[in-house]
């Protein structure tokens, strides 16, 4: 009863993560589409999400490797950033620039992840870590374009998405160190 208790900690706690991940993220999104003042407070608390994943990592993969998977998330968030600011700004080249880096980035944490756990595959987080780019940035053309209604749906399926990372994420350290 108690590894199970363990388990399903560990399986809330990514899922928590996660979550927050794309909570964050949206708020982000809104703040910038709105040019709302709180737009410096929700960037710092977004970029707080990674450090949050790294303390719990370190538990599992100590600090060097945690902090590469912090790097490699806030880097994640910094071009999803600057990609929101180009669409924005209507920028087409730099969002095209800032998207190519994202996809390298998402292919570059797949890459680290199945290194650091065999039982995390490099091409199911690709395909994890792909569709939650081409979601989060509909989610943002929509909010962009003032289609409330399709953005809010959009981010419906992000978060299940969410809940599904979180789940692999909890499996594979459970099969590794159980």
Known sequence: MNQLCC???????FRD???QHVMWTRSFIISTAASLDDLKYVTERLMRNPADFAKILCNY???KKAQKF????????SIAGALVGALK???TDLANTER???YANAEEIAEYLACINPYWSKEKWKCLLDEHLKMT???AVYRLNGNY????AKYDLISCQALAMGDYMAEGIIRQFS
């Open 7 to 13: 388990k399903a900690a560990l399986t809330d706690t």
């Open 17 to 19: 993560l996660w979550t």
């Open 61 to 63: 993969y100590g600090s």
């Open 70 to 77: 912090q790097q490699l998330l806030a880097e994640h968030l």
């Open 89 to 91: 700004a209507g920028n």
């Open 100 to 102: 190519k880096k994202w």
């Open 137 to 139: 940035e509909e989610e």
């Open 149 to 152: 209604e399709k953005d809010i």
